[in-house]
C-alpha cells in the first residue's frame, strides 16, 4: 500500500508538485498520466525518496515515509532512464543491486535466477549489458527493481522505445506483479497500455491531479460523445452522439445501399486527456 | 559540425562547475601565484639552514655571521653535528651548513693554493635547495675572500703568513721561493694600491657613487647528503641508500593524486549512468554510499602504494621500519581518500569532477611542495603548506623509508592524513546530494 498526503514541492517560483493525495491498494495497478512537466517523476522521486516534499507525508507499506530504510526495503523502483552498468554483465548487474537491498548467499542467488528467467534473459546474462538492445536493457532494468521482491513497485515508462516482444514481456510480468498483490505506480505515454494495465488512473498537469478514477469512469465523465463517420461514396459525414449504433441504424435504414462504410471512434483516455488539458498526451 | 560545436559549448556553460573550472579557475590560479610571488620578488621565503661553527675563529665567525644575515636564509645555530643532522632528518632544516676546522688557515693560505673548505649536509629529497645552497655559500664565502682586498690590514696579515708558509715548501734561495716572494711583493704593491682605491671608493662612497670592489676567492664547498641511519642499530645500514628511497614518496604522493582524479567523478558517473538513483532507494545512508566509493578508493590507494615501494625495494632501496612505513601508507591513503570523496559529493557531474579532481590536487601538490620548492615561497605560503596532505604524505612515507622517525615524530604527519581524510569524508557526507 502506498499513500501520499497533500504532497507539494517547489524548485524556487516553479511549483511542480501542489497538493497531490492518493492511496494506492495492495494489488492496484496505478497509472499516472501527464504531458512532459506535469509533475509525474517529481512525484515519484519524493515517493521513492530521492526528493524531500516541501510538505505532505508518504507512506510506505504502513511503515512509514521513504526517508526510513525499512520503507525502501519495500520499494521497487525501474526508472525511465536506465539504471545499468554496462560495464557489467546481466546477472552482475542484478546480482548487485541484490546486495544493495541486502541479499546474500543462496537467497541472492535464488532471486537473480528468479527475476532473469522472469525478464526472459537468463539465456544472456554472462553477456555484457552495454551488447543488449534496448527492449533487453528495459527488461534488464525491470529486474533490477524486482530482485528483491518489493511491495511497492515504480515503473517509469517502462516500455519506452521497446521492440513488440520486450513491451510483451514488461506488460505480462506487469500484470503478473499486480495478481501477486504488489503496489504498483505506472507511468507511461501509451494510452492502449494505461487502459489494459490500469485498474485506476490518475492525470496530471501542472503539478496538479486534474482527474482520479477507473479507465471507464474518466472515460464516461470526460471522454465526451463517441464520433460516428458515415460514408457514402467519396462523401462522409461525422456526428458526435452517445447511441453510436443508433445513429448507424438510421442512417442504413434511411439511405440504404447508399451507405458504403461507417466507423466509430469510442471516447478513450487520449480524449479524457485531451478535454482535461487542452493537449495531446505526447504533445 | 558547427551545431554539435555549439551544443558542446551551450552543455559546457549549464555546468556551472565545469565552466568554472575551465574557464575562471586558471584566471584565479594565475591571478594567485602572481600575487604570491609578487611580493617575494620571485622567492621572498627563506632556506632553513642549520649552522655549526667548528673553526671557531673570527674568519669563521665572520662567515657564520653573513650567513645569519642573509636575507635568503633562516639559519639556526647548532653546537653539534649530530643536532644539526637531527633538524635534517626531522625536515625541519634543509642543510646542515658546517664551517669545518681549518676554515680560517685555509684562508689565510689562499695565496698559496689554501682553500677555505665548507661542508653542507643535505636533505636528499631537497636537492634544488641544494643547489642553491651550494651557490649561496660561494657567494657568502667569496665576500669572505673580497674582505681581504677591501681590508689593507687584513691582507697584510696574510701576506704575512703566506711568506712564513712559503719557507715550509720551498727553501729560502729556490727557484719557487723565489717566485712566490716575487708574487709576494707584487701583492705589496696590489695592498698599497687597493690602499690607494679604497680611498677614493671611501671618497665616491660619500659622494653617493661607490663601486664594488673586485675580490676573488678559491673555495671549496662539500655537498654530503644527510645519512640518517644509525649503523649500529640497524646492522649497518645508512639510510637513505639509494634515489629511490626519496624519489618513490614523491611518486607514491603523485600516485596518490591519480587516485583522486580516478575516484573523484565516481559519484558522478553514476548521476550519469543513472545508477545513482538506485543507490538512493536502497536501504542504505549516505554514509555507507560514501563509505562504500571511499573503501574502493582506499584498497586502489594502498596497492598503489604498495606497489610503488615494491619497486623501490626491487631497485635497492631498504626501508627503515615496515610498521612505520605501514602506518605512513595507511595514513596517506585516509588523508587522500577523504579527499577524493570529498570532491566526488560536491561534484554535479562529470566534466566538473574532472575539473576539480585535477585543479585541487594540483594546487596542493604545489603549496605542498610537489612542484615548487617550499623554500622559494614567501613565509604565509609556506605556513598555508601545512594544510597540503601532498607534503604530509611524502614525509610520512620518508619517515618509513629513510628518515627513520619514532612513533611519536609520525602521529604529526599521520594525525594530520588521517585527520583530513575524516574531516573531508564527514563534509562529503553532509554535501551529498540527490537532487
Same mark, same amino acid.
Given at each position: ?48 525518496g ?23 526495503r ?44 522472469? &525478464? ?36 517509469? /515508462? ?36 494505461a ?27 470526460f ?33 440504404g445501399?447508399?451507405?458504403s ?8 483516455l ?14 | ?32 601565484f ?5 611580493g ?141 716572494l ?12 687597493? /690602499? ?36 649500529n ?5 645508512k ?21 583522486v ?8 558517473? /553514476? ?23 571511499a ?31 605501514? &602506518? ?17 559529493? &560536491? ?12 585543479? &585541487? ?39 618509513g ?35
Amino acid at each position: 500500500m502506498l499513500k501520499i498526503t497533500n504532497l507539494k514541492k517547489s524548485f524556487g517560483s516553479l511549483i511542480a508538485v501542489d497538493g497531490v493525495s492518493f492511496t494506492i491498494a495492495k494489488g492496484e495497478v496505478f497509472g499516472l498520466l501527464g504531458p512532459n512537466g506535469a509533475g509525474k517523476s517529481t512525484t515519484i522521486n519524493m515517493a521513492i525518496g530521492v526528493l524531500a516534499p516541501d510538505s505532505g507525508s508518504i507512506e510506505i507499506e504502513g511503515v512509514g515515509p521513504p526517508t526510513l530504510a525499512d520503507a525502501r526495503r519495500k520499494i521497487g523502483v525501474a526508472p525511465q532512464a536506465l539504471a545499468l552498468y554496462d560495464e557489467l554483465n546481466g546477472r552482475e548487474n542484478i546480482e548487485f543491486f541484490g546486495r544493495l537491498q541486502g541479499l546474500s548467499g543462496a537467497r541472492l542467488k535464488e532471486r537473480v535466477n528468479a527475476v532473469l528467467e522472469a &525478464v526472459g534473459l537468463a539465456d544472456r546474462a554472462k553477456d555484457r549489458a552495454a551488447g543488449y538492445s534496448g527492449g533487453m536493457k528495459r527488461r534488464l532494468n525491470l529486474a533490477a527493481a524486482l530482485v528483491h521482491d518489493p511491495e511497492v513497485v515504480l515503473l517509469d /515508462e517502462p516500455t519506452a522505445g521497446v521492440d513488440p516482444q520486450s513491451r510483451h514481456n514488461i506488460i505480462e510480468m506487469v500484470q503478473a506483479l499486480a495478481k501477486r498483490g504488489k503496489t504498483i505506480i505506472y507511468t507511461t505515454h501509451y494510452m492502449e497500455e494505461a487502459q489494459k494495465l490500469c485498474d485506476r488512473v490518475a492525470i496530471m498537469d501542472k503539478g496538479k491531479i486534474l482527474a482520479m478514477g477507473t479507465v471507464d469512469d474518466l472515460v464516461a465523465r470526460f471522454g465526451g460523445e463517441s464520433v460516428v463517420t458515415i460514408c457514402r461514396g467519396e462523401a462522409e459525414e461525422v456526428q458526435r452522439t452517445s447511441d453510436p449504433v443508433g445513429v448507424i441504424q438510421r442512417a442504413v435504414t434511411l439511405a440504404g445501399p447508399g451507405v458504403s462504410g461507417v466507423r466509430i471512434d469510442r471516447p478513450d483516455l487520449e480524449m479524457v486527456f485531451l478535454s482535461l488539458t487542452g493537449r495531446k498526451l505526447r504533445d | 559540425m558547427l551545431a554539435i560545436a555549439m551544443n558542446d559549448l551551450r552543455m559546457l556553460f549549464r555546468d556551472k562547475t565545469a565552466a568554472f573550472f575551465t574557464f575562471a579557475f586558471p584566471l584565479i590560479f594565475a591571478i594567485f601565484f602572481s600575487f604570491v610571488f609578487k611580493g617575494a620578488g620571485g622567492g621572498g621565503g627563506k632556506m632553513a639552514v642549520a649552522l655549526l661553527d667548528e673553526d671557531q675563529t673570527p674568519a669563521s665567525g665572520r662567515l657564520v655571521a653573513d650567513l645569519q644575515a642573509d636575507n635568503a636564509l633562516k639559519s639556526t645555530i647548532v653546537a653539534t653535528r649530530q643536532a644539526g643532522t637531527e633538524l635534517v632528518r626531522k625536515s625541519k632544516a634543509t642543510a646542515l651548513i658546517i664551517v669545518p676546522k681549518g676554515f680560517a688557515e685555509g684562508a689565510d693560505g689562499m695565496f698559496t693554493g689554501g682553500k677555505m673548505p665548507l661542508e653542507a649536509v643535505v636533505d636528499p629529497s631537497r636537492t634544488a635547495e641544494a643547489g642553491l645552497l651550494t651557490g649561496k655559500l660561494n657567494e657568502l664565502a667569496f665576500r669572505q675572500m673580497s674582505t681581504v682586498f677591501t681590508d689593507n690590514s687584513r691582507m697584510k696579515d696574510m701576506l704575512a703568513k703566506a711568506r712564513g708558509q712559503v719557507r715550509t715548501f720551498a727553501p729560502d734561495g729556490s727557484a719557487r721561493s723565489d717566485a712566490f716572494l716575487k708574487f709576494f711583493e707584487g701583492a705589496d704593491g696590489l695592498s698599497a694600491q687597493l /690602499e690607494e682605491i679604497q680611498k677614493e671608493d671611501q671618497a665616491k662612497e660619500a659622494s653617493g657613487d661607490a663601486a664594488p670592489a673586485p675580490g676573488f676567492n678559491p673555495v671549496e664547498v662539500k655537498i654530503t647528503p644527510l645519512e640518517a641511519g644509525d649503523p649500529n642499530a640497524e646492522g649497518g645500514k645508512k639510510f637513505p641508500r639509494k634515489s629511490t628511497d626519496f624519489s618513490f614518496p614523491q611518486g607514491i604522493a603523485w600516485g596518490l593524486m591519480g587516485c583522486v582524479i580516478g575516484f573523484a567523478a565516481s559519484l558522478a558517473s /553514476e548521476r550519469r549512468r543513472g545508477t545513482l538513483i538506485r543507490l538512493t532507494t536502497a536501504p542504505i545512508s549516505r554514509t555507507q554510499i560514501l563509505g562504500g566509493k571511499a573503501l574502493a578508493c582506499f584498497i586502489v590507494c594502498l596497492t598503489v602504494q604498495v606497489l610503488l615501494i615494491g619497486v623501490a625495494v626491487a631497485m635497492g632501496s631498504n626501508v627503515w621500519s615496515w610498521p612505520t612505513l605501514l &602506518v605512513a601508507i595507511v595514513s596517506a591513503a585516509i588523508g587522500f581518500v577523504g579527499m577524493a570523496m570529498l570532491l566526488a559529493a &560536491v561534484a554535479g557531474s562529470e566534466e566538473g569532477a574532472g575539473g576539480m579532481a585535477r585543479a &585541487v590536487p594540483m594546487v596542493l601538490a604545489m603549496i605542498g611542495g610537489g612542484t615548487i620548492p617550499l623554500f622559494v615561497m614567501p613565509p604565509f605560503m609556506q605556513t598555508i603548506s601545512n594544510v597540503s596532505p601532498f607534503k604530509w604524505a611524502i614525509y610520512a612515507v620518508e619517515g618509513g623509508m629513510w628518515r627513520g622517525l619514532s612513533p611519536m615524530e609520525m602521529l604529526l604527519p599521520c594525525g594530520i592524513l588521517i585527520g583530513l581524510g575524516i574531516v573531508c569524508f564527514a563534509i562529503g557526507v553532509k554535501r551529498l546530494k540527490w537532487e
